[in-house]
């Protein structure tokens, strides 16, 4: 009885996460980066990218709870920023634009090292950037029991796996999609966030205000 609501709850998060990370609308920076250092090993700079995006997430979905208690937030209160957040960015992806909670133009001239670019700013911020770790402190609230957290877990890894495949063939995914098609795939990606966002937002609330529990 307890395996299916685990399940659900694990999906849902999986599906906000890669929804947030959005791998596909990442391929144009990253291939910007490979073009403009020729001596990048491709394969190599996705893997270095992939494992940072994973060990921050999952760093954020085991110790954000303890962040939380420590400066005195409650999850409700986070739930309603993250979910606000994570609004913005679900706006700037439907409009096709990069959203500046990520990275903006400023930090991607700043970047003089390519050792330090599948780190930053590929990795942090912008995969897995305040949407990415905030959707994962939040999520992990409804993590009550060891089949939660190890299927989190297992998700959390699979989201790496499918960065790692998706930026070790970027060059030949935006041959194949062309701009248009990584347009649409990031505005498809944007409706599920903004979707997910104003739950999250609408949950935040009934917490803050129990009263609204038996209204919606």
């Not at 893997?47 to 760093?59: E, P, Y």
């Not at 003089?112 to 599948?118: L, P, T, V, W, Y």
Request: positive net charge; proline residues 3%; hydrophobic residues 50%.
């Amino acid at each position: 009885m307890e395996f299916t609501p685990a399940i659900t709850d694990v999906l849902k998060f999986f599906i906000t996460l890669i929804s947030i990370v959005n791998p596909i609308g990442a391929i144009p920076v990253f291939l910007g980066f490979v073009r403009n250092h020729n001596s990048i090993n491709v394969k190599k700079l996705a893997n270095h990218t992939a494992t940072a995006v994973t060990i921050t997430i999952l760093i954020s979905l085991i110790c954000g709870q303890a962040v939380l208690n420590f400066f005195g937030i409650s999850v409700a209160s986070f739930t309603i920023g993250g979910g606000i957040l994570l609004t913005t960015t679900a706006f700037s992806m439907i409009s096709g634009q990069q959203s500046n909670s990520k990275i903006n133009n400023d930090e991607i001239r700043s970047i003089d090292f390519e050792r330090e670019i599948g780190i930053i700013p590929l990795a942090i911020p912008l995969l897995s950037g305040p949407g990415a770790i905030s959707t994962s402190i939040i999520h992990a609230k409804n993590f009550t029991s060891s089949i939660h957290w190890i299927a989190g877990i297992v998700m959390v890894l699979v989201v790496g796996l499918i960065i790692k495949i998706i930026l070790s063939y970027a060059e030949k995914i935006g041959e194949k999609l062309g701009q248009i098609g990584l347009n649409v795939m990031t505005r498809i990606m944007g409706l599920i966030l903004l979707s997910m966002s104003i739950e999250m937002i609408a949950y935040g609330i009934k917490e803050i205000m129990p009263i609204l529990k038996g209204v919606f």
